[in-house]
């Protein structure tokens, strides 16, 4: 029998690995149980057994966040096992490839777009009617500050994370009134499996450009992401919160 949670349930898509993985961690520490997204089962279940294993409570629902579909009806299971989540993480995400406005194809373009874009609207359509019946929600999604920046050789996912701030900030005007926050968290470089992968050199001269001198965390991430959805977060709605170790302030 399928049972209702009492504890407040998290949405964290992206979760099998990266930021997504640190945010779903966190909440999992501050009592949430966490409904782990992505479509990789494996990951997912690995990840559940250690956030078990340390206490905390976690369900794996492999999915892609692109296919409308599967995304309502992988939130209608979760709906009929847990409740209306209270809070959804919009985080998975994928960047490149690197090419000049004139070299990226349409297939490219739909991809990115796919993913970074219609993925989170995929989940705040199924979830805001929810929320604004429970009177409570919190929405977070993750952009990157070339939401807010430009960037040679990446034009389409400057694209995707544009439209996500702006997305973030019209639910915010829109929904705010039913007790619901939305809001975008602006991540710089942050130390990721694709950050880690680059060459030494690329990696150097990025880190010449951060004041900080060196790269972000995900658990950086996740902490911004907790205060949101947090006790004190509430009265933050509609904003893009840059974290970047201070490189968009020379920009
Ligand atoms: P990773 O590549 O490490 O992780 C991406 C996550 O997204 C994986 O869990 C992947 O899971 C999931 N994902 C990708 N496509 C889909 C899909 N179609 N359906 C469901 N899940 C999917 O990336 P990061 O952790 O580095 O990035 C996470 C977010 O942060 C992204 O939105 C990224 O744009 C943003 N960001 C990252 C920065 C960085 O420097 N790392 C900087 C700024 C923003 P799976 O493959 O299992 O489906």
Redesign the pocket.
């Known amino acids: 029998m399928e049972t209702q949670s009492k504890a407040p349930v998290a949405v964290v898509?992206?979760?099998?690995?990266?930021?997504?993985?640190a945010i779903a961690t966190v909440l999992a520490r501050n009592g949430f149980e966490v409904t782990l997204?992505?479509?990789?089962a494996v990951?997912?279940a690995q990840l559940q057994e250690q956030l078990s294993a340390a206490g905390g409570r976690a369900w794996p629902l492999a999915?892609?966040?692109?296919d409308q579909d599967a995304v309502t009806s992988a939130l209608d299971r979760l709906e009929a096992r847990l409740g209306v989540p209270r809070v959804i993480v919009n985080?998975?995400?994928?960047?490149g490839p690197f090419h000049r406005v004139d070299e990226v194809s349409v297939a490219e373009w739909n991809l990115l777009f796919?993913?970074?874009v219609e993925?989170v609207r995929n989940l705040c359509h199924w979830a805001l009617p929810r929320m604004k019946a429970e009177g409570y929600g919190r929405i977070v999604n993750?952009?990157?500050?070339?939401g807010l920046f430009g960037g040679a050789q990446s034009s389409t996912?400057a694209a995707t994370?544009h439209a996500i701030v702006g997305y973030s900030k019209a639910i915010a005007a829109e929904w705010g009134a039913y007790g619901i926050t939305c809001n975008a968290v602006?991540?710089?470089?942050?130390?990721?499996?694709?950050?880690a992968n680059a060459p030494p050199a690329s990696r150097e001269r990025l880190l010449e450009r951060i004041p900080a001198k060196r790269?972000?965390t995900?658990e950086e991430?996740a902490g911004l992401v907790a205060f949101l959805v947090g006790p004190f977060g509430g009265y933050v709605n509609g904003s893009s919160l840059v974290m970047d170790g201070g490189l968009s302030s020379h920009l």
């Not at 898509?13 to 930021?19: E, L, M, V």
């Not at 993750?142 to 070339?146: E, F, R, Y």
Request: proline share 4%; charged share 15%.
């Open positions: 898509t992206g979760a099998s690995r990266g930021i997504g993985a997204l992505s479509r990789d990951a997912l999915c892609d966040v692109a985080n998975a995400g994928i960047g796919g993913v970074n993925g993750i952009a990157s500050i070339m996912y994370k602006c991540p710089g470089y942050i130390e990721t499996e694709m950050l790269f972000g995900p991430v």
